[in-house]
């Protein structure tokens, strides 16, 4: 399933996280669910051409991909949800503010399906909120 993050309209798309290249609104097409106009949110390029996030009206969402020179491949599933971050994605004096070392060491371990120690997780799920206010991103783990 492709996401979408509706702060900063960051797409989350075949595991990687794409920026729109642009974000102008343009009438593109009709909605499948109540045939109203679609309206253009933005835009991404993607290896195999583009992908447009649109809404209708009625808050209908699409994703619809299209080749590199603008033919339409069809509506991808989309969901709209929190954005995220894996600790890995994370630079590491960020981490370093909030965590201990052997808090950051524990989440790596945790993320990466290797031991670790259950207290250290503990504590330093009890600090994700702070890290969030800080630095405005939501830890995933």
């Not at 996280?17 to 933005?42: F, H, K, M, T, Y």
């Not at 989309?78 to 004096?93: K, M, T, Y």
């Amino acid at each position: 399933m492709n996401m979408l993050v509706e702060k900063g309209c960051i797409l989350h798309f075949e595991g990687k996280r794409l920026e729109p290249v642009s974000r102008q609104r343009n009438a593109v097409g009709l909605c499948s669910g109540c045939d109203n106009d679609l309206e253009s949110l933005a835009y991404y390029s993607v290896p195999s051409g583009w992908l447009v996030y649109a809404c209708c009206k009625n808050n209908h969402l699409a994703l619809m991909h299209y080749d590199i020179d603008w033919n339409w491949l069809g509506d991808l599933d989309i969901e709209v949800g929190e954005d995220r971050e894996s600790i890995s994605s994370i630079p590491r004096e960020k981490l370093d503010v909030v965590f201990t070392p052997a808090e950051v060491r524990d989440m790596h371990a945790y993320q990466q399906g290797q031991p670790y120690t259950r207290q250290n997780l503990y504590r330093a799920r009890a600090k994700f909120e702070k890290f969030e206010k800080l630095f405005g991103i939501k830890i995933n783990l």
